[in-house]
C-alpha cells in the first residue's frame, strides 16, 4: 500500500480539491469583504490562487508526503485585519483608480513577509517551536477565532451588507434575508449530517451542494424578485491567473502611506508566518499519526514559506497545511508528494470549467461552509474542562489555570485583535513555561536516614548512621536550572540544609544550566562552606555539555574538584565516611577485630575460640578477585580489613556493575553457604583486604560436632540478612512513593 500509484494519488487530490476549492472561495471573498461587492469575483479568484500556487509550490518543496496546503480559517482572520486597515488608511483615498489593486498589493506583500519568515523558520531548524507553545494558549487562539468567524458571516448568512449587521436584523429583516438564512442554514445542517452519516463524501461538498439546491429550487419556484435578490459572488470568469499582484505599487506614490502602516505590514506578516507554521505542523503531526511515518518539521517550514511567497504575485491569501483536507487525501489512497501538487492542478482545471457556476453561487453558502469550520473549530477541551472543573477536586486548580489561559486568550482575539492575541499568547507560553519549570526543578529530596550508600557497614555504623542521617541531606533536580528557577532553588535548600552537614545535589536529569544556575552553585558553596558545611555535586562531571558551560562560566574553578562525583552513591558514601569519622577513626573502620563482628555477636569466648579454629585468615592486594561469578564453592567470607565490592557482568554492553561495597566487619558469601548454587556475582578488593573464610566442608564439621556454635552462626546470618532486606525495602518504598 505504501508503493506509488496514479490511481490512489489522482483519487486523493480529488477529494482533497472537492473540499479546498469553496473554502478557498469562501476565504477570499472574506479577507476582502471591505473591498465591497464589485470587488468579490477577484477576491474569489485570489482565493484560488492561493490554493493553486501556494498548495502546489509547498506539496513539492515540503516534508510531509500527503499534506494538502490552502487558505486557513486563522491565516483570513488576520488578512482579513490587514486589508480592513488599508481600505481605512488615508493615504489611498476613496475614489483613486486602482485603489483595489494597490490596497491588493500591499496586502501581498504582507504575505510575501510572511513566507520569508517561515523560510527563516525552516533554515534556522525551529520547526519543532510549536511543540512548546502550551495548549491552553492553542486551544484559547482558536476558540476566539471560531467566534470571530461566526461572527463575520452572519451578515452573508442573512443577506445584509458589510457593515449593516446586526441594527437592521431586527428592524429592516425582509424577505430576502429569511431566504437567505435558509439557504445558509440548509449548508450549515447539510455539512454536519454529512460528517455524521455520509462520511464517504466530503461534508463542505455536501453543505454546498445542499445549499445550492435550496437556492435552486427557491429560483424554480419564482420566490425571488428583483426586490428580494440574493447577493452571490457575481460574474466569474474563466481566465489563467496572471502575477500581476504587485504591478499597480509602481504606478502609485507609496511616500503618500504613513511609515507606521509599513511596519503594521512587516508584524502582521511575521504573525502570518507564526501562525501559518504552527498550523501546518499540526496538521504534518495529524498525517504523521495516521501513517505512522515522521515529517520534517523544517523542511516542511521552507516548503510552505517558498508557496506562500509565489502565491503572493498572484495575490493575498496565506496558505497553510489543512488538517480535514489532509487527512481526505491520505484516506482517499495519496502518500506522495504528487498528490499534493495534483489537488492544486485540479484547482485550475474545475476553476476554468465551471467559473461562472461558482460565481452564481449565493453568498449564504460560503457562510455555511465557514460557519461549519467555525463550530468545528470550538476546542473540545474546553467544554471538558468547564464540566470537570465542577467534578474534580484534586486537580481543580490546574483545571481552572488552564481555562483562565484558555479564556484570556479567547477574550483578547475577540474584543483586541489577533495580533494582540498571538503577542500575549506568545507572552503567557513564556510566563507559563517558567512558572512550570521553576515549580518542578527538585524532583525529591531525602536523607541518609531513608537512603544509604551501596557500601555496607558493620551494624553499629549502620545505626549510628540511621541515627546521624539527617546530617547528609540529597536534592534530585530535574530540568533546567536557569534564571526562572535557580534563585528559588537556592533559597529552598537554604532553609532545608539549616541541621544538615553535607548537601548533594543529583543533577542527572539536569538538562540545561544557564549562567544564572551556575553562579548560584557557586554562591551556595561558598555560603555553607563558611558554615563549615559541604555542597556536592553528582552527574556533572560524566556531562561534558553542562560540564563543558561550568568550565567557560569559571563556575567549575570557584568549587573544589573534590566536590564533585560522578554519580551520587559515590557522593552519599563520602559524605557517610565523614560522619561516621565523628564515631570512629578510619584505621577504626578499615580493621574490625574478627570477635566484634556482626556474625559473632552473642558468641561466649569458648564458642569464639572453637569457631575460630575452624576459620582460614587469607589476605588480598587490592584489585585481587576473592569469588569469580557463576563458580560453585560454598564458602563463607567474613571481611576484618580493607574494603571488597560485588559486581556483576553486563554481557549487552561488555562492562560490569558494582552492586555493594562491604566494609570491615560484614559477613559476605552467604548465599551459596545456604542455597548450594553457583556464585551470583564477583567481589574483588578495593583496596589491601584482610579475610576470614569458612569453608563449605568445615561448616559441616562445625554442624556435626558443635551444632550450639552453628545454630547461632546462621541465626546471626539470619539477623545480616533481615537487615540489609528491611534497609533495602525502605529504600525502595521511599523512591517509589517520593
Known amino acids: ?145 471560531a ?179 489532509s487527512s481526505a487525501n491520505y484516506l482517499a489512497g495519496a502518500r506522495s508528494k504528487m498528490s499534493g501538487a495534483a489537488c492544486s492542478v485540479l484547482i485550475l482545471v474545475i476553476f476554468l470549467t465551471l467559473a461562472p457556476l461558482i460565481g452564481k453561487i449565493p453568498l449564504a453558502v460560503f457562510a455555511g461552509i465557514i460557519i461549519s469550520v467555525g463550530l468545528n473549530l470550538f476546542d473540545r477541551s474546553t467544554f471538558r474542562f468547564f464540566r470537570s472543573l465542577f467534578k474534580t477536586v484534586t486537580a481543580r486548580k490546574e483545571v481552572a489555570s488552564s481555562l483562565l489561559v484558555n479564556l484570556s486568550v479567547a477574550a483578547i482575539t475577540v474584543s483586541v485583535n489577533l495580533i494582540t492575541a498571538v503577542l500575549i499568547g506568545v507572552g503567557i507560553s513564556t510566563i507559563y513555561s517558567m512558572v512550570k519549570m521553576s515549580t518542578s526543578v527538585l524532583r525529591r529530596e531525602y536523607s541518609a536516614r ?42 529552598l535548600i537554604e532553609k532545608k540544609t539549616a541541621a544538615a552537614v553535607y548537601c548533594i545535589l543529583d543533577m542527572k536529569r539536569v538538562n540545561e544550566i544557564d549562567t544564572t544556575g551556575a553562579n548560584i552553585l557557586v554562591r551556595l558553596h561558598r555560603v555553607m562552606d563558611r558554615q563549615n558545611k559541604r555542597l556536592l555535586i553528582s552527574h556533572l562531571i560524566g556531562n561534558p555539555f553542562l560540564w563543558g558551560f ?37 584505621e577504626d573502620r578499615r580493621n574490625y577485630p574478627l570477635e566484634e563482628t556482626d556474625l559473632l555477636l552473642g558468641f561466649g569466648s569458648h564458642e569464639l575460640e572453637n569457631f575460630r579454629r575452624e576459620l582460614d585468615r587469607l589476605e588480598f592486594r587490592k584489585g585481587e578477585e576473592l569469588i569469580r561469578e557463576g563458580e560453585k564453592n560454598r564458602d563463607l567470607y567474613i571481611l576484618t580489613r580493607g574494603s571488597v565490592s560485588v559486581k556483576i557482568n553486563l554481557p549487552a554492553s561488555n562492562r560490569k556493575k558494582r552492586l555493594f561495597t562491604f566494609s570491615a566487619g560484614v559477613v559476605f558469601g552467604e548465599m551459596a553457604l545456604l542455597d548450594g548454587n553457583p556464585r551470583s556475582a564477583q567481589v574483588v578488593a578495593e583496596e589491601d583486604s584482610e579475610v576470614y573464610r569458612l569453608s563449605y566442608d568445615r561448616f559441616g564439621v562445625l554442624c556435626r560436632e558443635n551444632s550450639g556454635v552453628a545454630v547461632k552462626l546462621l541465626q546471626n546470618i539470619a539477623v545480616v540478612l533481615s537487615h540489609r532486606l528491611r534497609v533495602r525495602s525502605e529504600e525502595v518504598r521511599m523512591l517509589e512513593d517520593g
Open 1 to 145: 500500500m505504501n508503493s506509488f500509484s496514479f490511481k490512489r494519488e489522482f483519487s486523493g487530490a480529488l477529494s482533497a480539491a472537492i473540499i479546498t476549492l469553496p473554502m478557498a472561495v469562501a476565504y477570499g471573498v472574506t479577507a476582502f469583504d471591505s473591498l465591497g461587492p464589485a470587488f468579490r469575483p477577484q477576491a474569489a479568484l485570489i482565493g484560488l490562487n492561493a490554493a493553486i500556487f501556494g498548495g502546489f509550490l509547498a506539496a513539492l518543496c515540503g516534508g510531509t508526503p500527503a499534506q494538502i496546503s490552502g487558505p486557513k480559517a486563522p491565516l483570513t482572520l488576520i488578512l482579513t485585519f490587514v486589508v480592513g486597515t488599508l481600505s481605512a488608511e488615508a493615504g489611498i483615498p476613496q475614489g483613486l483608480p486602482g485603489r483595489e489593486m494597490i490596497i491588493v498589493g500591499l496586502a501581498s506583500a504582507c504575505v510575501l513577509i510572511g513566507g520569508v519568515s517561515q523560510l527563516l523558520f525552516g533554515s534556522l531548524k525551529i520547526g519543532n517551536v510549536v511543540k512548546y507553545v502550551p495548549h491552553p494558549v492553542v486551544a484559547g487562539f482558536m476558540n476566539g477565532i
Open 147 to 325: 467566534i470571530l468567524l461566526i461572527w463575520n458571516q452572519l451578515n452573508p448568512l442573512l443577506g445584509f451588507e458589510r457593515g449593516i449587521f446586526p441594527a437592521n436584523a431586527f428592524f429592516g429583516f425582509t424577505p430576502s434575508n429569511g431566504f437567505s438564512l435558509l439557504i445558509g442554514l440548509s449548508t450549515v445542517i447539510a455539512v454536519f449530517l454529512s460528517r455524521r452519516y455520509a462520511k464517504r463524501i466530503p461534508s463542505l461538498l455536501s453543505g454546498l451542494l445542499a445549499g445550492s439546491a435550496v437556492y435552486t429550487l427557491l429560483t424554480l419556484f419564482s420566490v425571488f424578485s428583483d426586490r428580494y435578490a440574493i447577493p452571490s459572488v457575481g460574474e466569474l470568469r474563466a481566465t489563467i491567473p496572471l502575477p500581476t499582484a504587485y504591478l499597480a505599487l509602481f504606478n502609485y506614490n507609496l511616500a503618500n502611506i504613513p511609515l507606521s502602516v509599513y511596519s503594521k505590514l512587516v508584524v502582521y506578516g511575521v504573525v502570518l508566518g507564526m501562525v501559518g507554521s504552527m498550523e501546518s505542523l499540526m496538521s504534518s503531526v495529524a498525517i504523521d499519526n495516521l501513517s505512522g511515518k515522521r515529517h520534517d518539521s523544517n523542511r516542511e517550514l521552507l516548503g510552505q514559506g517558498a508557496g506562500n511567497m509565489a502565491a503572493s504575485f498572484f495575490g493575498a491569501l496565506f496558505s497553510a497545511g489543512s488538517i480535514p483536507r
Open 450 to 491: 531513608r537512603v544509604s550508600s551501596k557500601r555496607v557497614r558493620q551494624a553499629q555504623q549502620s545505626r549510628y548512621l540511621r541515627e546521624h542521617g539527617r546530617k547528609i541531606l540529597v536534592f534530585e533536580l530535574q530540568g533546567p536550572i536557569f534564571f526562572g528557577s535557580a534563585d528559588r532553588l537556592a533559597m
Open 550 to 586: 561550568l568550565e567557560a562560566t569559571g563556575a567549575a574553578g570557584a568549587i573544589p574538584k573534590e566536590n564533585f562525583f560522578e554519580d551520587t552513591d559515590a557522593a552519599l558514601e563520602w559524605a557517610e565516611d565523614h560522619v561516621l569519622a565523628e564515631f570512629s577513626s578510619e
